[in-house]
């Protein structure tokens, strides 16, 4: 297949070469890709959303470059083959996105023609078994009045954001829940960054299982060229964001994999080295899709697929869906749809240490690896562990709380010592977020 379209731009630059302009085709390849994914995904992973409740919350508060056109461009919609296709240009043919079933929506590149992706069988909901497998007796039983995360609860307003669901699970069991804007137990939203802890967790069952050692360099085929100085980075330095490589963006927003349609490895193995490995913290995408990249080779010599529906459906994940690019590599570090309740079981993994209806699914030190803040530290409020983000310099909040961090305010919190796990999913925007430590600590001081 040929891709067409401006994915990677390679020739003479200029002696006083100025920043690039923005490139207005690009863009609006970009926000078809974009519409064309987001309307996928909402309307059949999960409960799935009606188109207007996909208007109001997934196309609305993104990146300003491309929403105008996200809000301009038309989606077509076939209901019979699942797919939505969003024409930019009337000389290229449509962005297109194709539902797969368990695995959610794949985009095809910029220029691609549609493709056929074979469907996965759906997994049964097995949502009669008793909770956390399933959800039955999940929720404690009601108290007179209000309990004590209620009134937290009824003023999430003061916090910042705007919130779609929160989801407290006190000793096991579900304290409080409650949804807003339509939403429900069933409806999937997108994790964005949260799926980094969903990597780690994947990367994690791999250690438990002797499949992988996050401790040696990092399987990246493109990297074994000799005298390549990448082939000594190691799959932790990838979990750390201490890989030393660099990219487009300080942050790495990965537009080409989310909007264009390009596939992980074509995209995430190009970048050089820019310092030494472990020597500079440095959010990035690209270093949690190599990390990915490195467990699925890992396996593969085992003779393993990397299946993360699988894994998830042995947490009763049911409806969390991990999508591919159109080479089959899943887009671990944003693009997951989940439900709060499936949230709440991936936190209670780490509440239980890594044990799960009497069995071990993650080593035994692995919390305490994901949350221990070895190497390079970011900047603010907020320290990083291996896929996992750490509150431990908050005042008011127990020392061992950490928590998976998501854009447009999703949030993962665990606190082990307080047997609390805190899901909150929204639709933030630049103007308005969540403010997580003041969260976090109003449902600690509410914990009696």
């Not at 669901?165 to 997108?190: C, M, P």
Request: charged share 25%.
């Amino acid at each position: 297949m040929r891709i067409l379209g401006a994915l990677l731009l390679v020739g003479a630059v200029p002696a006083a070469a100025q920043a690039p302009k923005p490139n207005a085709d690009l863009n609006r390849a970009w926000a078809a890709g974009y519409r064309a994914a987001f309307v996928c995904s909402s309307l059949w992973n999960g409960a799935g959303k009606p188109l207007e409740t996909i208007e109001r919350d997934e196309l609305t508060g993104i990146y300003p470059e491309i929403e105008a056109d996200v809000r301009a461009l038309k989606a077509d919609v076939d209901d019979k083959m699942k797919s939505v296709s969003v024409r930019y240009r009337d000389d290229m043919p449509p962005r297109i996105a194709q539902w797969s079933g368990r695995d959610g929506c794949v985009t095809l590149p910029i220029g691609a023609q549609s493709a056929a992706f074979p469907a996965a069988e759906r997994r049964a909901d097995l949502d009669a078994r008793p909770w956390p497998i399933g959800d039955k007796n999940a929720r404690r039983p009601a108290t007179k009045g209000l309990g004590p995360f209620e009134e937290t609860a009824m003023g999430i307003d003061r916090f910042g954001g705007r919130t779609s669901s929160l989801l407290i699970v006190k000793n096991g069991r579900i304290a409080f829940e409650r949804y807003w804007g339509g939403h429900d137990i069933h409806t999937a939203q997108r994790t964005f960054s949260v799926a980094k802890s969903m990597a780690a967790t994947l990367i994690g069952h791999a250690v438990q299982q002797g499949r992988m050692d996050v401790t040696k360099p990092a399987t990246i085929a493109e990297w074994q060229t000799q005298g390549d100085p990448r082939a000594v980075i190691t799959t932790e330095q990838l979990m750390r964001m201490a890989s030393g490589l660099t990219s487009d963006t300080a942050g790495n927003r990965s537009d080409a994999i989310y909007m264009g349609g390009a596939s992980v490895r074509q995209w995430t193995t190009q970048w050089p080295l820019l310092n030494p490995p472990n020597s500079r913290y440095r959010y990035a995408n690209n270093d949690t899709l190599l990390a990915t990249l490195s467990l699925k080779a890992a396996l593969k010599k085992t003779g393993e697929p990397l299946d993360p529906a699988a894994f998830f459906d042995r947490l009763g994940m049911t409806r969390t869906f991990v999508e591919h690019d159109k080479d089959g590599d899943y887009i671990l570090s944003s693009q997951v749809w989940t439900t709060a309740r499936d949230l709440a079981r991936l936190g209670l993994l780490y509440q239980k240490d890594g044990m799960w209806q009497g069995e071990r699914l993650l080593p035994a030190d692995w919390r305490r690896f994901v949350t221990m803040p070895s190497g390079p530290q970011p900047d603010g409020a907020f320290g990083y562990g291996a896929g996992f983000w750490l509150l431990n310099k908050s005042e008011g909040i127990p020392a061992d709380a950490f928590g998976a961090f998501g854009n447009r305010g999703q949030y993962v919190i665990i606190i082990p010592s307080r047997e609390l796990v805190i899901v909150r999913q929204g639709y933030d925007d630049d103007k308005t977020r969540l403010d997580t430590a003041e969260l976090v600590k109003a449902v600690v001081a509410a914990d009696r």
